[in-house]
């Protein structure tokens, strides 16, 4: 049963593509900076769209026999780490070396539980770290709020943890600085031989 949000700004149609109303944006943002509030007046009548952003929370698996999941069917990601498709790239990278490691096709089941137990930990990671950062960085104001834009400028001042995941330091590392295909290439014998 689809109940009715208080608020009708909240849509509630379940498609990514239900058109919406671009006075009910522009009130919506009515308090925004000028420069942003200039940007959504630009936008044609008729080209507003709503959509929900979900968290989903992680699948249990994405192997069953010879099929796996890849990409947003199996990690969707909230956009507060620019790391969806990232995500899906590397899902690619190290299905392109599991897969090149099988002798035979009896052996591709087990190929795709290692590429499980290579992505799956740090996808789901990426999912809960763009939830988190999401919810961050729209905080109202109050306490919280304050608290964290302390921790901005403090990160600004002295190059600490941000609360902006996407541009802390470490997560950055943690996302960039990783090398999937290489670290399939590294640890393939030994989880495969576990599995
Ligand atoms: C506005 C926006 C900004 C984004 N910014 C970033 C970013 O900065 N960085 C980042 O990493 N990610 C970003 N993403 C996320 C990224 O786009 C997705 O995570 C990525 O596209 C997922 O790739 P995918 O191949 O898993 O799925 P998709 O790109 O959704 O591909 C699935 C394909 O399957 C097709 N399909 C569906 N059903 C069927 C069917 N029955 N038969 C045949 N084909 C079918 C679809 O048409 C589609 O082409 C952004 C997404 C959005 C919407």
Redesign the pocket.
Known sequence: MSTAHPDRRFVEADTWTASGSKSEMLDMFHDFCPRVQKLLKLCPEGDVLEWKLRVHEPLSHWVDGNTAL????CHP?L?HL???????VEDAAVLGVVLGKIKSKDEVHKALLVYQALRKPRADWAVATAAANGKGLHLGSGAAQEARDAAFKAAKKAGGENPDKAIDQIVQRTLYAHDCAQEAEDRYDALFSQI
Not at 70 to 73: E, I, K, L, T, Y
């Open positions: 890849v990409g947003d069917a990601t956009p620019a790391q969806g498709a990232a995500q899906a």
